[in-house]
């Protein structure tokens, strides 16, 4: 089963940008649909941006949409993060499902939960 490992996390002020990648340990990400997800201080996590396996399709949270990019090759997923906003302050995770997930439902959690892999986490704190 792969394992993801997220890095990039940092303390940001707002208006500025982090870049946060997700990288598979002894094994390579192509057969997976890939999702981001945020956890906020006091909030559940949500699903926030979603690449398909072949980077085509993707989904935005519309919290993040024109401020975040989501991107992939073979061996890493990265989220881009201009224009930072305090609210985008918190842990976040790299998620996996093998197959053919469709983006919005692997970023809404609402298909073959059993079947997720996660990450770590890693911080991203907003503040001036």
């Known amino acids: 089963q792969v394992q993801l490992v997220e890095s990039g996390g940092g303390l940001v002020q707002p208006g500025g940008s982090l870049r946060l990648s997700c990288v598979a340990s002894?094994?390579?990400?192509?057969?997976?649909?890939i999702g981001w997800f945020r956890e906020g201080p006091g909030k559940e996590r949500e699903g926030i941006a979603c690449?398909?396996?072949?980077?085509?399709p993707k989904f935005y949270r519309d919290s993040v949409k024109g401020r975040f990019t989501v991107s992939r090759d073979q061996d890493s997923v990265s989220l881009q993060m201009d224009n930072l906003l305090p609210e985008d302050t918190g842990i976040y995770y790299c998620?996996?499902?093998?197959?053919?997930?469709?983006?919005?439902?692997?970023?809404?959690?609402?298909?073959?939960?059993?079947?997720?892999?996660w990450g770590q986490g890693t911080q991203a704190t907003v503040t001036s």
């Open positions: 998620a996996a499902q093998k197959g053919t997930t469709p983006v919005q439902n692997m970023c809404d959690h609402t298909f073959r939960q059993a079947d997720t892999v």
């Open positions: 690449i398909s396996v072949s980077g085509g």
């Open positions: 002894e094994s390579i990400l192509i057969p997976y649909v």
